[in-house]
């Protein structure tokens, strides 16, 4: 009767086989499952610009930051979509006053000369549920890059 045991082993196997796309086996990706993103996608984009402009509103510094690099981006598929972001900050020219940028894009403000740069690598959680048009920053963490 060894000959049941190896049935049972084959008709388990020849399941799996057929429930393998349902389960994520064929690298199909699965519903809250992180997943590197390209740098490039629209929404890591619009993720980015998001924390970016809430760092900047919440930090105390002189001038604004914007995002000199993305150095990777993940996503996972919540009630919307979570982006996991480590961005590279560094310090631009642009003052932080009254004014504040009006409708200038902060990418247009030049750097700071070298020798007073700070440049900041940053990890964010940022959650967007566009059919709500919410947008929260969920977590950063900041600390100054010797690079």
Known sequence: MPSS??????AALWLLLLAGPGLGLRGERLAGGLQEVPISDPGVQAAVRFAVDAYNRASNSLHYCRAEQVL???SQVVAGMKYYLTVQLVTTQCR???AGLGNRDISTCPLLPASEQRKLLCEFQVW???WLNQTQ???QNCSVSDS
Do not use: D, E, H
């Open 137 to 139: 920053l969920l977590s």
């Open 128 to 130: 967007s549920r566009p």
């Open 96 to 98: 932080k006053n009254g």
């Open 5 to 10: 045991g190896v049935g049972v082993w084959l």
């Open 72 to 74: 990777r981006a993940r």
